[in-house]
């Protein structure tokens, strides 16, 4: 069965980094893009950052020059580094990632990052 499955959210204090994880099972995202996107209560799911096949990344204004999207060698996990964490970061993190032929594109069930000021 092929899945995504997220980790490394917890609770940080505001300046604080996690880093999370988004870990491909029955596939590989080779050839595809991948993207992080978050909800908070109350909010719309927004895209947080995004790295296409050919390795270009998008980020979201409010992100910029704090997190980091990467994938490893192997393309079967990529990450999302978020450094100095603020309270507005605070959202359930959901990974997207292509896999196949086709790069048919699965959603994570998300992780809580959760920010205290």
């Known amino acids: 069965q092929v899945q995504v499955v997220e980790s490394g959210g917890g609770s940080v204090q505001a300046g604080g980094s996690l880093k999370l994880s988004c870990a491909a099972s029955?596939?590989?995202?080779?050839?595809?893009?991948i993207a992080w996107y978050r909800q908070a209560p109350g909010k719309e799911r927004e895209l947080v950052s995004s790295?296409?096949?050919?390795?270009?990344?998008t980020y979201a204004d409010s992100v910029k020059g704090r997190f980091t999207i990467s994938r490893d060698n192997a393309q079967t996990t990529h990450y999302l580094q978020m450094n100095n964490l603020k309270s507005e970061d605070t959202a359930v993190y959901y990974c997207?990632?292509?896999?196949?032929?086709?790069?048919?594109?699965?959603w994570g069930r998300g992780t809580q990052v959760t920010v205290s000021s």
């Open positions: 997207q990632a292509g896999m196949g032929f086709n790069c048919f594109y699965y």
């Open positions: 790295l296409s096949s050919a390795g270009a990344t």
């Open positions: 029955g596939g590989n995202f080779r050839g595809c893009g």
